[in-house]
DNA sequence: TTTTAGTTTTAGATTTGTCTAAAATTTAAT
DNA sequence: ATTAAATTTTAGACAAATCTAAAACTAAAA
């Protein structure tokens, strides 16, 4: 039940990657965790040599039952941690990232449970990402990316897909941040960027990149 | 500026040995560090390399002021999550150790001083030892081990040396932790035990083994 | 002061996680 | 349906940290 923090960091990437397309291949996964697939393709062997992959080779592959427990687990201490770094350490929720990336491998499962009853148990991680709860159970959001939000229709932001400190500058420049309210004014088919509206600023441009990365509410 | 957590655990544990006796022997380090003599020297020349340490071969070593200044940092990153753990999170003073020897890699110097601040710049951890500031400036203590405490002189629990599990255990069991108030009734030259007396228990025999690493304030 | 005992170091192996380069396999294109 | 291109895997190498067994060195005892 306790695995590296390399293994870890696997679980969590394949875990986040099957989540938007069923299967996940070696290149993919080797981009996301910037290695080499052959390096990839190491690592899966061991995984499925412990049962938490299912994998056949040129296949692709996805999480066990198992491997997505595990999965889930490092999803939640990550989570917790960039939530007790901003709410506690004041932290800007631009700069957590690496620092719970290096936390989330903290193996306790005791520091975690009492980390999450001290920080009084909350769902959502600063980037309005859920936090699962210590049986792994995860809150369903419906949320859509900005890209699918229509025309015109106000929406608030309720996560960041990517997180790369790059994004987060980007969209801090832009003063789009988490909870912001906001609405597409135009939209150019050219190269499918947005001009976007928040309450109180001119409007800003935002491509179609950053667009599929920003998460906005379905409802209201 | 930033080692591995295993050179980190060397660091940490020869600037303790070096403190107790001038120079550190290969023997010694790999009893503290529950490892081979063989992976010590090779480590060794490794922290030599990085100018940490003043070693040279078959003749003992000590840390150089560079290493003094890492091992520091260790050792106050250390401190301040034992005292997060127990302060914050309710852990018991007694189960920290082994968490703490995991949040101690950690290494964004930021998140160390945030925490630092966060904790109120908190004085000594837990167990009584001084936390290093920021600057690696350490508060020197004057304690005494309670084999050295003069018969019928009552003194109080400032600090344990060696905190294993088992030790930790121990003491509880016999109602002595941090801040109890005890004084020695009775010595046994035999074997160096201890007849000690707490306040509203009936007294209890400490080994010398265990004595010596129980520190109690020298003052009052 | 020589021998013996103990300590420390070297030599060579192992494990984990990574890499490059080449081979195997699958997918896409003509 | 072949060929070409892209993907994936294997083979072999490397770095870090550890180990065992043997050699080198130092200290202690006879």
């Known amino acids: 039940m306790k695995f590296s923090a390399s293994k870890e960091n696997h ?12 299967l996940v291949t070696t290149n993919a996964l080797a981009a996301a965790l910037q290695t080499r697939p052959a390096s990839v393709t190491d690592m899966l062997k061991k995984l499925k040599e ?4 299912i994998y056949e080779r040129y296949k692709g592959f996805k999480l066990s039952a198992e491997g997505k427990k595990a999965a889930v687990q490092v999803i939640r ?8 770094l901003v709410k506690k350490l ?18 306790s ?6 980390l999450d009853a001290f920080l009084g148990f909350p769902e959502t991680d600063p980037h309005g990402d859920p936090i699962p709860d210590s049986q792994g159970r995860i809150q369903a959001r419906r949320q859509l990316t900005l890209s699918e939000l229509p025309l015109n229709k106000t929406a608030q ?17 832009n003063h789009i941040r988490l909870g912001t309210r ?18 109180n ?10 667009a599929k990365n920003v998460l906005v509410n379905d409802e209201n």
């Open 201 to 210: 600023r001119p409007p800003v441009t935002i491509s179609a990149r950053v």
């Open 182 to 199: 906001l609405e597409i004014r135009k939209k150019f088919p050219f190269d499918d960027s947005l001009e976007v509206k928040v309450r």
């Open 90 to 107: 004041q932290f800007g929720w631009d700069e957590v990232h690496e620092i719970a990336e290096e936390l989330e491998h903290i193996s």
């Open 109 to 114: 499962r005791k520091l975690v449970d009492r």
């Open 11 to 22: 679980l969590k990437t394949i875990f986040h990657l099957q989540s938007e397309h069923g």
């Open 50 to 53: 412990q049962k938490l992959l």
């Open 77 to 84: 201490k990550h989570r917790l941690w960039e939530y007790f």
């Open 157 to 173: 932001v309720s996560g960041i897909a990517s997180q790369t400190t790059e994004m987060l500058e980007l969209l801090q420049y």
